[in-house]
């Protein structure tokens, strides 16, 4: 009898916690926040925040991934908040992680999006220029900043046509010897429910540092994105 109390009085706690969002009763199989997040704060929590609201950090701008939660943190915030209808605050809790929550799949990709759809190369994601880890992180994150780009254009499929290239892929297909696709952070799309002009001019909006599209040699059938270090956007044909 003692035991059937003791569990149902278990259940009752539990329940308590789902019901007022505490714990980490929302969590799924890829990360879980365990605190509030506001400005000022940093840890690898903001860290993963940030991976994740890298896609929202302005026209022209690129969100750091450093695990400070500063100014430009609490902006990418605001507009990811503002895109899904939640409260602005500037504030993560509840309401924004539920939405992270519904948005990720179990490997931290976004649900619409796939390592293997960035990866056509190989399984292991080396022979780039980097550590296979580094250029699949980089994939990943880029992977983000897509997922922002398609729901702010309207939740409608973004064709990938090429991700990550180790040297031997790249060679193969004649890319340029310094190709950010050899980073794990250069992905190319192509035409379908939104044209290459449409997507060029929309990362613009993304944190993508690099964007070629139509007007720019070797560009014509498809618009190139990337991380790299400095700015160089070129579509002349999309008036970029």
Same mark, same amino acid.
Request: aromatic fraction near 10%.
């Given at each position: 009898m003692l035991r059937l109390v003791s569990y149902l009085a278990s259940l009752a706690l539990v329940a308590v916690v789902l019901v007022t969002g505490g714990g980490t009763a929302q969590a799924d199989g890829c990360y879980t926040w365990n605190r509030t997040l506001s400005q000022g704060a940093s840890g690898e929590d903001v860290r993963q925040l940030q991976v994740r609201l890298s896609g929202y950090p302005g026209y022209g701008a690129v969100l750091g991934l450093d695990g400070q939660f500063g100014?430009?943190?609490r902006s990418a915030l605001i507009r990811f908040q503002q895109a899904y209808g939640l409260a602005a605050d500037g504030v993560a809790g509840s309401g924004t992680y539920s939405k992270l929550y519904a948005l990720q799949d179990d490997d931290c990709t976004p649900i619409n999006f796939s390592y293997a759809e960035l990866n056509n190369c190989n399984s292991d994601w080396s022979g780039g220029r980097v550590s296979a880890a580094t250029a699949k992180f980089n994939a990943l994150v880029s992977m983000w900043k897509l997922q922002a780009m398609r729901h702010a254009l309207g939740d409608q499929a973004i064709r990938v046509t090429s991700g990550f290239r180790s040297i031997a892929c790249n060679n193969a297909v004649g890319g340029a =010897?310094? &190709?950010r696709h050899l980073y794990g952070d250069g992905v190319d799309l192509g035409a379908g429910v939104h044209s290459l002009c449409r997507m060029a001019q929309?990362?613009?909006n993304h944190g993508?540092?690099?964007?070629?599209?139509p007007g720019y040699p070797g560009h014509g059938d498809h618009t190139h994105v990337d991380h790299r270090s400095s700015r160089f956007? =070129?579509? &002349?044909a999309c008036g970029i």
């Open positions: 100014p430009a943190t =010897s310094d &190709s929309q990362a613009r993508f540092n690099g964007i070629l599209g956007w =070129s579509a &002349s």
